[in-house]
């Protein structure tokens, strides 16, 4: 059974940082292109970072590029995404996703966590 769980959101003053992580189980986690995509209240998804199987290649929405850093464990089987600089707009439900190809449409990725808030706010 798939199961990726994420942790590490909760509320946070702008300027401030969070470190997310999701904990990969169920599918061979090394093999997969890993994603970070947030959704805000009365929006679309939003795709915010990639990274490849081996960790070495990665990208960002020109919104959060900058602040925020993707990375990945393979040992451990676990996605990390560290936030910097928080602000205001990035409040969302920050879900993982899986996918055995690279795509930024992520409409078409295979596995998703069920997503975990964050907050930024005064």
């Known amino acids: 059974q798939v199961q990726l769980v994420e942790s590490g959101g909760g509320l946070v003053q702008p300027g401030g940082s969070l470190r997310l992580s999701c904990a990969a189980s169920g599918f061979t986690f090394n093999t997969y292109w890993m994603y970070w995509v947030r959704q805000a209240p009365g929006s679309g998804l939003d795709w915010v970072s990639a990274?490849?199987?081996?960790?070495?290649?990665?990208s960002y929405a020109d919104s959060v590029k900058g602040r925020f850093t993707i990375s990945r464990d393979n040992a451990k089987n676990t996605l990390y995404l560290q936030m910097n600089n928080l602000k205001s707009g990035d409040t969302a439900v920050y879900h993982c996703?899986?996918?055995?190809?690279?795509?930024?449409?992520?409409?078409?990725?295979?596995?998703w966590g069920q997503g975990i808030q964050v907050t930024v706010s005064s």
């Open positions: 990274i490849n199987t081996g960790g070495d290649s990665t």
């Open positions: 996703a899986a996918s055995k190809g690279y795509s930024d449409y992520p409409y078409e990725y295979e596995y």
